[in-house]
């Protein structure tokens, strides 16, 4: 719609607030799930029973509420900053002054962006730390054990959780190298306007903008394709089994 110009957030000043709000708000909470579940992968393979007795589903739906009203609160100031028809931007539904679009710049690139990628990192690292302590002492266990169907079992659900921590790794990194992009390009716009003199820079400023939200919007729907195709059967299965459902449902009606 916006490459045939009907794209109504740049000229209606409440779809252009509501839309930026959801996009946002998704985004930030989107990352923040990522970064808890990062935390939580921690847990599970911590050394300590405590630490690993805090994986738990009433853990997780706390972190998803907190999630959910910090995401919310974040941005609330975008109904107030936020305006169509705006001209010195790479988007005409954009911050409409200097200090809106500081404190929209500084709110995401900082909280939804830099600390929540410093927090995953850093869990990142000690997850690591901790299974190279725990496959050292698998090596030794597994020496003095009885090899049976019971140990073949915790072996398979081992390597299953082992898959699903460079999954989730690889998730963390793209997500980082996705956006970073837009929120260091949205400093650089608020301190230097475009729309200035010079049309070819104006022109090479929009499209790398919009090119950076591309990257940006390529994270929401990335989880899923990472997942199901490159997670090899595990959840390609729970997706056929979905599938299969959903088709046994449609048979009954």
Known sequence: MASWHLDPTHTNDWICKFRVYI???????????????????????SRKGSRRNLSNLKIAKLGICTSFVLSNWFYIHMIYCYEANILDAPLKCY???TACRLVT?????????????IVMMFFS????SNI????GRIKSVTILSIRGSLQRRQMRLRSTDHHLLRMLLIEVLLLVIFCLPQALHKFYITFKPINSNNNRQDALNHFLYNFDVLLAFMVNGM????????????????LL?????????????
Not at 241 to 246: A, D, G, I, P
């Open 125 to 128: 690292i000690m997850i690591i």
């Open 23 to 45: 996009v946002f708000t998704s985004r930030s909470m989107s990352i923040w799930l990522i970064m808890l579940a990062t935390v939580d992968r921690w847990l599970l393979s």
């Open 223 to 238: 989880p899923f394709y990472l997942y199901t195709l490159a997670g090899k059967t595990i959840f390609r299965r729970v």
């Open 132 to 135: 190279h302590h725990l496959r």
């Open 95 to 97: 911050g409409k002054n």
């Open 105 to 117: 710049d500084l709110v995401y690139g900082l909280l939804t962006i830099f600390i929540p990628s």
């Open 241 to 253: 089994e979905l599938l299969r459902m959903f088709r046994r449902k449609i048979k009954l009606q």
